[in-house]
DNA sequence: CTAGGGTTAG
């Protein structure tokens, strides 16, 4: 700094070196420092006031750089593009076009350059300005500038971002010399356009005529491996860049990482990722989402931990991620955690990071929450309303759900297909039979929108729901549709709900045919027999199963107190409270018990599997975590617990008892719903 | 002195 005082008083020609190494270093304060010395010796001419625009925008300065061109006498084309530049670097394109607008060029100013074009095109592009980015196409070809291969390569996308592909593809084959930038812009756009076979052959023509792939053909050629699924096409490609000395750049390291997410390897993903040299935030945001794809969600919530310790910033990416990792674990302590993380930063206002916490509180049985987050969005898009319409719906509002989703009509926001899931859900939960049939006969056909077998299986639980069985099973055999195990099951669970074991064993022999070893429906039909009390039929199937090696998946429940998870199986003793939880399991029986309570057994029998056995039914997994919770958590919080499967007969009315005695708010989250357990009634009007 | 293509998301 002392010698640069010394070199300004000195010289001109060397204050020009210096401006352009501050300009290449992007170094703000010697710009600055360089710039009051120019006012103080008042020596600075047209060159170097471009010098100072550019140093100033580079460091996002945008005000500061226009200030030096508004207060220069004179101007030249280059202060002009560097202001532009500055302005489409910075985020606003739209101030290039006016720029542009009001330069006069050909009367008071000369004609605009190539340098100029390059970056009008590319703010048309960042407008969709499809007709702008035309004028400018005109102008290049008479002028005689489109021989530039900037210009050529900035027309192209233009038309890739703006136009369709065939107006894409016109450009790019009339267009003579294509360089590696055309060849790599129009890899890019054929994918971005989801024609892979067509990218492909355009990269067999690159091996024929580019000399050596860049970095960017292979951020290219990874994006393809990761929309082809192709995990060995991955492994080659990522040889290759790491034997080329590629994979060091930050783009590449994140699209490997994210091919391999995508391919289903996360240790693949995991292993190259802790492999790269340098991280930033998109290579960490794109490991986490490697890992929430794969579904290690508690991988995720780590690497976030990690990478704030690592003392990068996050993005609205990287909350998107980490906050559906805790959605699909429930996590609502750390949801709330990252809320508040967000909001300190900021991004809350974003809307994807406003979906992921919609979708996070929702399905962390917090509803309210979920509400605030989507009253609180000064900007919603499709994806907004669909994760509240449906957050209502799966916590059993289908009240609140059908007012979000016809609030959302009147704004004029076209409905799409995930909507109807959320909208026919809350039809099936109030019981209009009616309406739902409306909505996906002629609401969904008048947009357009073919109904899917996520639609159909709503339909057969709305029917189910009001006790039309015998009209669901007949809706199942005659539509049309890609019935999944899913779907069946609805079915089977309403006949066992409503006592129509006629209908229900044959339903289940059907699903049998199709599915032979589908463990849920062998329970199902043992259920059904066992509320019959036809144990003989309970301990034949459950041999059968035995038999064919068919194993029912143990049932886990797992609630968060503080900072740590404590997860129960049913009737193991791992916990170090066990004991403890034991003994309030069995005072509580006891007060349930005092107001009508009635322990399901079957202790006459020795050849029924254990969890028919008497006193089985309370050790069960979400008995063990709400109990566990009840004695944990402080009196006034309510107690949220997570199953993976069907909550049980039994349990759901034990937990209904105990939120009657103890006056507190359970919430239990299983495999297919909320259930909110309060002063002795369930949300579930006790049909799940 | 100024300009081009690229990675992560609900």
Known sequence: MENMKL???????????????ISQKRSLSLGKSIHAQLIISNLFNIIESNYLIDIYSKCGHISAARQVFDFMPNRNLVSVSSLMAGYFHNGYPSEVLS?????????????????????????????QALEEGQQCHAYVLKSGLIFHSYIKNVLLH?????????DALQVFRSMPGLDIISFNSMVNGLLDHGRMSDA????????????????ITYVAVLGLCADSRDLLLSRQVHCQTSKRGIEANLFVASAIVDAYGKCADSNAALSSFRGFSSRNVVSWTSIMSACTQNLSFEETLKLFVEMLADGVQPTEFTYAVVLSACAALAALSNGHLLNAHALKLGYNAHLTVGSALINMYSKSGSVEDALKIFMGLTWKDIISWNCMINGFSHNGLGREALVIFHRMLTEGVAPTYVTF??????????????EGFYYINHFMRNLGIVPGVEHHTCIVGLLCRAGLLNQANVYMTTTDSNWDIVSWRTLLSACLVHRKFLLGRRVADYVLHLHPDDAGTYISLSNMYAKENRWDKVVKIRRLMREKCIKKEPGVSWIQVRDKVHVFASGDN????????????AELIDEIKAIGYAPKTASFLHDVEEEYKEGYLNYHSEKLAVVFGLMSMPSEAPIHVIKNLRMCDDCHIAIKLFSKVTKRKIVVRDVNRFHCFEGGVCSCDDYW
């Open 7 to 21: 070199l300004i008083s000195v010289s001109p020609q060397t204050s020009l070196r210096l401006l352009k190494i």
């Open 99 to 127: 720029a542009y607008r009001i330069m006069g060029f050909g009367q008071s100013c000369s004609c605009p350059n190539e340098f100029i074009f390059a970056t009008v095109l590319a703010s048309c592009s960042d407008l």
């Open 158 to 166: 233009m038309y890739l971002t703006c136009s369709s592909m065939e």
């Open 200 to 215: 492909l052959y355009l990269l067999t023509r690159m091996v024929a005529e580019i000399s050596q792939w860049d970095h």
């Open 421 to 434: 899931i959320g909208v026919l859900l809350a039809c099936s939960h109030l019981g209009l039979v009616d």
């Open 574 to 585: 791992q916990h170090p409270l066990i004991e403890n939880i034991h003994k309030k399991i």
